[in-house]
DNA sequence: TCACGTTTGAAACAGCCGTTTATTACGGGG
DNA sequence: CCCCGTAATAAACGGCTGTTTCAAACGTGA
């Protein structure tokens, strides 16, 4: 069948674009032509450069949705009654996150689509997967709400989005700071060194002391 | 003098519309208009677009600059031969970028630049400025050195750029996610409050224990 | 007051953008 | 066989982009 081939040569190629470059950087003429389509062929498969844009993500998130579900059922099934700790909590998200592009071997494309994803205006892009995924997060959340009783539920918010910033912006510009790294350590970082790195980190800043009540960082010392 | 007001009213426009959508969403038309100038008034002052561009963050990292590094030297002075604590650092640091914006009170603005600078690809953007400004992150990095000698280089290259994912990505998208926070739980954060809730959680992060040697994360557990 | 360098102004430039149209080629069921 | 829905193609559409041009206005020293 010709129509899967064009539709998923225009996903591959625009999705390996776009984390490249950005969306409005990356033209609708850039993408066919170096997938060997014809223009027309977005508009007609997909209607628009938004919901070719939309699409990509789908692509990524929807077998990462599925799966995230499946492995916190699992784990609650394991836990029954107990609280799950939170560092099985972590590792299963991370889990999730790295089983999904593992199979084309993209995670590079997929953290950097999630970082354009926050960073960039876009402002149809953010309310599409808070609509579409948004519930995923939510368990997620809840369950770590449960694993971090001592947090007020403010903090805890916060500290997952610092986390999550850790993550996403590490991962993301990780080819370019893979660069100055090798360049001033000589050692070639792979992703999974990267989150063998991460993983303490996580979970200190998750565990952190609370701050202080009153927030005096800006005074004179 | 009427160039400078051009000047200045052509920068103070194009860095919050810069910050709001991006570089290549914001068209020089747009700026001009609402900036009340001709179109032609940006190739004449700045020579072009990628000017304006680095003209904008010149405004905010020159200033920036010059108070990190008087910052760091009565620091130097004040410690003499001791070692300058961690947390000591962060704060000058912390202090520093807070100074420079808080005089036109954009903080926000500054720190979305920043956010934008480092995840949208012009590349000629982040070249302009790790060759202008790169050398006070390093004397500031041989001073985090001297103060966490326990950590191996490499482990602490990667935990200063955790820290700086995290406050950057928090700071840069604090819009969106303060209108989540205050949906959710009702008070409205201001960027002091949030600093606050940082201090704790980059000390922690880079202060956690070394990660295992061997990288089990992704195994079965 | 005149002349001159600097700054504004309106208009046009070529080029790329996303999208649409109309035509052609394909391929399996009546 | 023909027919018809699906898909690929080339061409054109209007619109917006950054940049350039050239004339007009400005302000300041001679």
Redesign the pocket.
Known sequence: ???????TRILDTAEVLFAERG??E??????TSKA?????????????????IQAVFSRYLDPFTERFHCALDELQARYGDEVIPLEELLETMARSVLEVPAERNSLKVFMRLLGLAYSQAQGHLRRYIQEEYGSVFTRFTELVRQATPELPDAERFWRLHFVLGTVIFTLSGLDALRDIAEKDYGEHVTVRDLIRRLRPVVVAAMQAPLPSPVAPLAQEA
């Open positions: 069948m010709a129509q899967t081939d064009t539709v969306f409005a990356t033209s609708l003429r850039t993408i060997r389509v014809n223009l027309a062929a977005v508009n007609y498969h997909f209607g628009s450069k938004k919901s070719l």
